[in-house]
């Protein structure tokens, strides 16, 4: 009985958090949760007060394939809007009357049977090099300006990357260390997800807990996320196709008919970004050619973008470890991931491999044909990490090929990205700031 009774509370509270979650209704660090009805009257109340202003939320920046000319703006609003919404944008310092339109669609969807009103808009025709500011509009209200910066062709830029986020403490440890990292690095270019962004894909609270960590950067910088293996779990923890995430992140197309924007590239600055899916066993129960089919676009891709550097981001990791207490396990290259791709970056000539999914931070240096290079040869692979408070303490046994590894049990860490004229920086931090690895990548 007791065992009934807390199953049913947890129904009971789950159905309240729901519903909280579907007006979008989260308090600071997720730590309250107000009633639906309370919220709408405060938000409505708040607009006779403050007549003209336009309330969204989660308003964010996503990376096209080019942001140097285009930009996706998306947001979510509490009820559905009732007139055609605009994003506005201007030259950074001009006046508002010198201003491009943009109109926004309906991307509203129901998921964890909760209906998101979802708005999104493209905006184009960017100058590089150039600042802008833009922001939401409907007929009689709009929402504070915003900063969107264009980048040069040859822009040096800093960038932000952060590991798995998947969370089990209402994502309280990454709220955290993302706004403390965003905090020292607000001069950060852009920012990537490296997958895992949630435990559980279909579940809209924690998606709202996740959006919370990045709220302040995501509506100046734009997010470049990637689909991890969680992304495609549903609330009784069967696989399912990755829904919400898919919702959630328009990112740059790619052409496929089965699988677009699963996997996507873009550029920014003299860089070439190409964000794999490591997806295919999940996403193998439903569809099949997930890996044949980024094999044959990934050169593609590769003849189509000439940059001076090709960095690879994918989820799952293409090193297998050894674990603690299970001697069957070998350690080696990972069959699904590694023996698949890591040919492919020597032939491609991809200078950085950054991954996630083991939830360790291992620097390996480089590899080329499955071995190390003193002469730095082949790629420069790094294991990103951890973000959230899902940790596995002193689970993995050291790999031969890993150089730099962090003190265990290991606590959160993000890295930093610096693009220079020359050369790519790479450097791991712990959430009080301390530096933990740095490592430069130049040509050969």
Request: glycine content about 6%.
């Amino acid at each position: 009985m007791e065992d009934e009774n807390q199953n049913q509370s947890g129904m009971k509270r789950r159905t309240f958090i729901k519903a909280a979650a579907a007006a979008g209704v989260l308090a600071a660090g997720g730590a309250a949760l107000l009633q639906i009805g309370a919220f709408r009257r405060l938000q409505e109340n708040a607009t006779r007060q403050f007549p003209g202003v336009l309330y969204t939320e989660r308003l964010r920046q996503i990376v096209t394939q080019d942001p140097s000319r285009t930009r996706m703006l998306m947001w979510e609003l509490t009820l559905p809007a009732e007139e055609d919404l605009t994003v506005e944008l201007r030259v950074q310092g001009a006046d508002e009357t010198n201003v491009h339109h943009f109109p926004a669609s309906n991307d509203r969807f129901i998921d964890d049977e909760i209906e998101v009103y979802q708005y999104r808009a493209e905006v184009n025709h960017l100058t590089p090099g150039t600042h802008y500011q833009y922001r939401i509009t409907s007929e009689d209200a709009a929402t504070d300006w915003q900063t969107l910066c264009a980048p040069a062709a040859d822009e040096t830029y800093k960038m932000l990357i952060f590991p798995d986020t998947q969370s089990s403490d209402n994502y309280a440890d990454w709220k955290e260390m993302a706004h403390l990292a965003w905090a020292r690095n607000t001069d950060a270019a852009l920012f990537a997800c490296m997958g895992d962004l949630v435990d559980n894909g279909e579940d809209r609270l924690q998606w709202t807990d996740f959006f919370g960590g990045v709220e302040e950067m995501q509506r100046v910088i734009p997010m470049a996320p990637l689909m991890g293996n969680h992304e495609t779990y549903d609330l009784n923890w069967k696989e399912r196709l990755p829904e919400a995430y898919l919702h959630y992140f328009a990112t740059p197309p790619n052409a496929s008919t089965e699988f677009d924007r699963y996997y996507y590239s873009f550029d920014y600055g003299d860089v070439h970004y190409i964000a794999l899916c490591t997806q295919q066993r999940e996403i193998g129960a439903f569809k099949d050619g997930l890996v044949a089919e980024q094999l044959e676009w990934i050169r593609r891709d590769m003849r189509a973008h000439r940059k001076k550097w090709n960095v690879v981001l994918m989820h799952k990791d293409v090193l297998q470890y050894r674990i603690h207490g299970r001697p069957e396990r070998t350690e080696g290259i990972d069959d699904d991931n590694g023996r698949v791709w890591m040919p492919v970056f020597d032939e491609l000539g991809i200078d950085v491999v950054f991954s996630a999914h083991l939830h360790t931070y291992r620097n390996r240096g480089h590899i080329y044909g499955f071995q190390k290079t003193p002469d730095k040869k082949g790629p420069l692979y790094i294991l990103t990490g951890v973000a959230g408070n899902v940790r596995y303490p002193n689970l993995w046994i050291d790999h031969p090929f890993d150089e730099v590894t962090l003190p265990q049990p290991e606590t959160d860490n993000y890295l930093t990205m610096d693009v220079g004229r020359d050369a790519i920086e790479i450097a791991c931090f712990l959430p009080n700031g301390r530096e933990m690895d740095r490592v430069k990548v130049t040509k050969r």
